[in-house]
């Protein structure tokens, strides 16, 4: 191999031939058109097949407004709850030592093994009207399943892991020695993670909840089960998109899926933004000259 093939093939920093990479690289474009493109390009076309006017039409449906109500008041509720619980569940694995600790970090795993189906089916289980705790709830005129709170609850139960499971390791690899540092020189237990903890977890925590807000907004299976399918009062845009399209509403349905799409690209763009930010970080942190040690 000649010199000038040498330094091209370092810095490609692969050693395998160009074509191969190229095949690759066609490969995964391909897949990309196939399976990423056309599906979104066909339910915009699809959505606006008869023109704008039926496609805000659409939208502007009672049925569809209440849908997307309840998406976005799901999302609003479920995504705090997890913030709150992903951090002190990082929190206590990354920074403590504790009996119990690798069954607590599978039981956050739990939801990504477990079928939406199966969670909605837990819910009803415990709070149905022939569930454990349905009597009571009956007896107190409390609901929860085919109401807004299994809803929630649901959508809190499939999303929790996204964003402990994005700072456990995060807060692991960053280990202990700043917040003892923190703590040595009076710091509270509050002060050490404000000032210290969340400036360093900071693009992990907005990762994982856009990662949750996602799937908050996306959920089918758990919610399908515990919703009760009540047009106008428990349906969520996925299942609305499901009624319009069994009912043979097909601009309606590809109108408010449209809707879905454009708010799962602007996470994607969110995402991208925040991942382009940390990046830019790190760089910046990467050029500063060592600090020279003090006499």
């Known amino acids: 191999m000649s010199g000038t093939a040498t330094l091209r093939t370092a810095k490609a920093g692969t050693t395998e031939p160009a074509w191969l990479r190229n095949t690759l690289i066609g490969v995964m474009l391909t897949f990309l058109f196939l399976f990423l493109v056309l599906p979104l390009a066909a339910v915009c076309t699809e959505a606006l097949r008869k023109g704008f006017g039926a496609y805000f039409e659409a939208l502007k449906e009672p049925d569809a407004w209440s849908a997307i109500r309840l998406t976005l008041l799901t999302a609003a509720i479920a995504v705090p709850l997890n913030l709150v619980f992903g951090v002190a569940a990082a929190w206590a694995i990354a920074k403590y030592e504790f009996k119990g600790k690798a069954f607590l970090t599978t039981l956050i795993d739990l939801p990504f093994s477990v079928s939406p189906v199966v969670a909605g089916l837990v819910y009803v289980l415990m709070f149905g009207a022939h569930g454990w705790f349905g009597p009571w709830l009956q007896a107190h005129d409390i ?3 085919f109401a807004v709170p299994g809803i929630v609850l649901a959508t809190i139960f499939v999303t929790f892991p996204f964003i402990a499971r994005e700072l456990i390791p995060l807060m692991q690899a960053q280990g202990t020695e ?3 540092a923190a703590q040595v020189l ?6 050490t993670f404000w000032h210290v903890t969340l400036p360093n977890i900071k693009w992990g925590l907005i990762y994982g909840v856009i990662l949750c807000n996602a799937r908050a907004m996306g959920e089918f299976g758990a919610v ?11 349906n969520t845009m996925p299942l609305h998109v499901e009624i319009l399209y069994n009912e043979y509403q097909s601009v309606a349905a590809f109108a408010v899926a449209s809707l879905l799409a454009l708010l799962a690209l602007v996470t994607l ?22 600090e020279k040690p003090s006499v």
């Open 186 to 191: 009076g710091a509270t237990g509050w002060q």
């Open 269 to 290: 763009v969110i995402k991208s933004f925040v991942e382009w930010q940390f990046e830019r970080e790190q760089k910046a942190a990467a050029a500063l000259p060592p």
């Open 224 to 234: 399908s089960v515990v919703s009760g399918h009540i047009r106008g009062q428990t």
């Open 178 to 180: 700043e917040e003892q």
């Open 143 to 145: 609901k929860i399943v």
